[in-house]
């Protein structure tokens, strides 16, 4: 088997059971932040910045 078909096998298996909603949660907070820097407002955005990139890590080391 290739080691790029089996890389993407592992992944595939890793992702399946994760609900749609954690990949949402990452999506709309990155959303939200890059509006409320449109608006004007820096340390909101930040804050939701952080806590999309948590959530992204999350994904990551699961």
């Known amino acids: ?9 592992r992944a595939d298996d890793a992702v399946r059971p994760l609900a749609p909603g954690y990949f949402a949660l990452v ?9 409320m820097n449109n608006a004007d407002q820096p340390v909101l955005s930040g804050l939701l910045l952080a806590i999309a990139l948590a959530a992204y890590v999350v994904l990551v080391v699961l």
């Open 27 to 35: 999506m709309a907070t990155g959303i939200v932040s890059v509006a």
């Open 1 to 9: 088997m290739n080691s790029s078909v089996a890389t993407s096998a």
